[in-house]
């Protein structure tokens, strides 16, 4: 039934994404977040459903008659420089099969990135993309933090199998990012019942958070609740929700959870702290002996036979910041690092041009959500290597478009409502001197 319900979603909706591309970006957001194949029991499991999507949105795209323009700001030429610098990387890498691999697997990612920019082309279509995103992660969170409640804590909340967030560390990255973006919909969101429903999802998908045992998740869920108080417009409620969590939490975590998490402390002592550590001397070590760093999925045996502190603790590199030193060498980091900036100052930018104007406020609020959504990507992403995810790039997408549509000519909603108004007024007072 599973694959069944996946196949109708999909081609039942292909026409449609071949009329309207946005659509198809749609779909691939929804297969590529929510993954529902990896869900499936049968056929559908390994069937290529994003290449097919992808074929249907390129085709659309091409026949399309709107127009097909790609915003270039700062953020968008200097994401184009990255993939030119990743082309660079992999050519010279020190596992070229490897890294060739990996590669065409993030550019297809940042290609639909950047068609996601030529496509969604309103504030409308913008919203409908955080909608799926929400939808289809938030269902992870959803889900685990009911698993996490019902079942004490005592297991791990995890991701699909064979996606970018199947362990455990992952899923708690995914959920802190995820729950900001709610808040931006719950923000936004004028029927009472859908108000609730968001507000439980939040307070779920931090429960999942805890519930994956990630030590990593949760100083990055610490991290994007504070900045999520700092920035939400009603601190009593989400000060109110923020302490709901850590009261369920407290009350239903067992014992081992505690005793792990006090191993932050203590991390000298944990065989996996170190062999994290040994990584990132070993990726730093690279990076200061080849210019292009040794290109991606470059943490194999022999790399550390040749650059680690400790040959023989082979150890995955757990963090965004030395995955990117270690596979893109130290140009590559300071690209990537300053992509996050710039995304970072156009979200003040956003922030302080439509905080005070009622028909852009909405772009303030996303703005604001999308800045808390780093800061728990930063923060977890700094023992996690998931500095290629999707979602980041899309954070990136959705401040450009935001960027653009409010210096765009067209006339807010609000604008527009008020020009009727004071059209429809003054044609009532000449109606009335005429009288």
Partial sequence: ??????????????????????????LWAWIGYHN???????????FPWAMIIALATFTGLLFSKEPKRIPWTRETVLLLIFVLWMCVTTFYALYPALAWDNFVKVFKILLMTFVTLMV?????RLNGLIWVICISLGFYGIKGGIFTITKGGVHHVQGPDGTFFGGNNEMALVLAMIIPLLAYLRLQEKRRWLQLGLGA???????????SQSRGGLLGLASMGLFLWFKSRNKFMTALMIGSSVIIIASIMPQAWFDRMNTIKTYEQDQSSMGRINAWWTAFNVAKSRITGGGMD?????????????????????????EQ??????????????????????????????????????AADLAAMIQVSMIGYASAGAFLGMSYFD???????????????????????????NKARTVKLSFSRKNSSRG
Avoid at 201 to 211: D, E, H, K, Q, V
Avoid at 298 to 322: E, K
Avoid at 391 to 409: E, R
């Fill in 36 to 46: 529902p194949h990896r869900l499936a029991f049968g056929w559908a499991r390994n």
């Fill in 298 to 322: 470059m943490f194999q045996p022999g790399t550390f036979d040749r650059y680690a502190p400790d040959p023989d603790n082979v150890h995955d590199v757990h963090s965004i910041y030395f």
């Fill in 120 to 124: 969604i082309t309103n504030r409308e």
């Fill in 201 to 211: 999802a939040m307070m779920l998908s931090a429960i999942a958070a805890i519930g």
């Fill in 391 to 417: 979602l980041y790039y899309h954070l990136i997408a959705i401040t450009v478009l935001t960027w653009t549509f409010i210096n765009s000519k067209q006339p807010s909603a609000a604008s527009l409502k």
């Fill in 325 to 362: 030193i270690g596979e893109q060498g130290f140009i590559g980091f300071a690209i990537f690092i300053t992509l996050g900036l710039m995304t970072w100052m156009r979200c003040n930018q956003i922030m302080r041009l439509c905080k005070k104007d009622p028909g852009r406020k909405w």
């Fill in 1 to 26: 039934m599973r694959d069944l319900f996946v196949a109708i979603v999909v081609f039942g909706l292909l026409p449609m994404a071949l009329r309207h591309p946005y659509v198809g970006i749609y």
